[in-house]
């Protein structure tokens, strides 16, 4: 297993209170495969995604669990073992590529450093940021240019050049086509795909539930905080459990061929004081039709129950130890 997350939690310590942004995640990533992080914003995709790298930014902190990748728990390393994986080992794509790049350097001087600050001389470097260019299907000419000169798609070229330097084990990637249109975003997707098929695994994020049908091996549904499935893309599309995921799917025309397209009704907590039980329960159409579930589904959390192999859900619809 390249990278398993254990019980992680992460809690954000603000001014007006403390933000559950993550509780009792777990799950791992396999060599070579793209998993897909999906759910609503404000869900904890990247509150993970972050906390994976061991960048939750302040005032946040890791309060529970481990992340262990290949091996070795991320959030116990010393900063200068972490800066030897960060941008090598494992590299990082965000949504807006200009809070990553300098706005005050070359595109090329940038792609350069990127490999410097790893050993590699700068003659090398700079051969290779050619290559990368290239592979990112961009003029050479543009290294010498400054990120403001760049288009968003371009400038997202330029952070995938730079997560590729040195074919990563793995990718996080949130939401690195949100900003973008479809045409551009779907470049984008091809080049990620790229470095799949050269063995780095993807670990991607998105609040779109049918981008993330597209390309993945697997998908990971995220809930205020909670992660409440996960299975394979065709066990979450074509069978998805839990009623939040449910209607995720639901929500998208394409996939959901026998019923009419509805939004999920209501909105996702405030974290700072997450309802008890579920978290979902007050927005569940299961739990507002069947009284049975009142005094579980409204009182006790679920633990995620295996239902099929490989296809996780957390919820009372599902039963299993620690569910009844
Ligand atoms: N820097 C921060 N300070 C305080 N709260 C935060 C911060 N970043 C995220 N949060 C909170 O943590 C929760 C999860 O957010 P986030 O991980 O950004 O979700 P997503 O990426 O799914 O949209 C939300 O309630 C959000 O308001
Ligand atoms: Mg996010």
Redesign the pocket.
Known sequence: MLLEVKNLGVY?Y?LSGV?R??ENVSFSVKEGEWITFV?E????????AHAVINLV?S??KVVTGEVIFQGKNLLAMKPEELRRIRGKEISMVFQDPMTSLDPLRKVGDQIIEAMTVHGVDEDEARKRAKELLEKVNLPADRLDYYPHQLSGGQRQRISIAIAMAFNPKLLIADEPTTALDVIVQDAIMDLIDEMKAEGTSIYF?T?DISLAAERSDRIAV?YA?KLVEIGTTEQIIENPLHPYTRALVESVPDLWKESEVRAIPGYPPD?RNPPSGCRFHPRCAVFREKGELRGLCDVKEPEPVEVEPGHLVACHLYGGAGNE
């Not at 914003?41 to 993970?48: A, M, R, Y």
């Open positions: 954000y603000t933000v942004g993550a759910g914003s404000g869900s904890g995709k990247s509150t993970v930014p005032p946040g994020v609040h995220m905080g974290l």
